[in-house]
Nanobody
């Protein structure tokens, strides 16, 4: 069982930045593809960013492309989401997700494909 714990959320003004972290308990963290999703009240969980097992391949939702950067540190068992130029519409609970990836560069953007989820961290962007 992989346990994920997000941190780094908070309140920020529009145009500001936050860096989210996702700490994983997995001993074989390097074998997992990771992603970030977010969910605002009354809305479905939305794909934000994903990173391959190797960490070399990434994908982003159009709404955050150019502003957010996903990364993973296999040595620290941690996934990150650097969020720059935040907008009020970025306000949501952000969730870290992980799945075992047999292929080094495989990217998955489907929430249903992910096996492990954190509890989420709130990001609020004021206008």
């Amino acid at each position: 069982q992989v346990q994920l714990v997000e941190s780094g959320g908070g309140l920020v003004q529009a145009g500001g930045s936050l860096r989210l972290s996702c700490a994983a308990s997995a001993r074989t963290f390097s074998t997992y593809a990771m992603s970030w999703f977010r969910q605002a009240p009354g809305k479905e969980r939305q794909f934000i960013a994903a990173i391959s097992r190797s960490g070399r391949t990434t994908d982003y939702a159009d709404s955050v492309k150019g502003r957010f950067t996903i990364s993973k540190d296999n040595a620290r068992n941690t996934e990150y989401l650097q969020m720059n130029n935040l907008k009020p519409e970025d306000t949501a609970v952000y969730y870290c997700a992980a799945k075992y990836a047999a292929q080094l560069e495989r990217i998955t953007v489907d929430a249903h494909s992910y096996d492990y989820w954190g509890r989420g961290t709130q990001v609020t962007v004021s206008s």
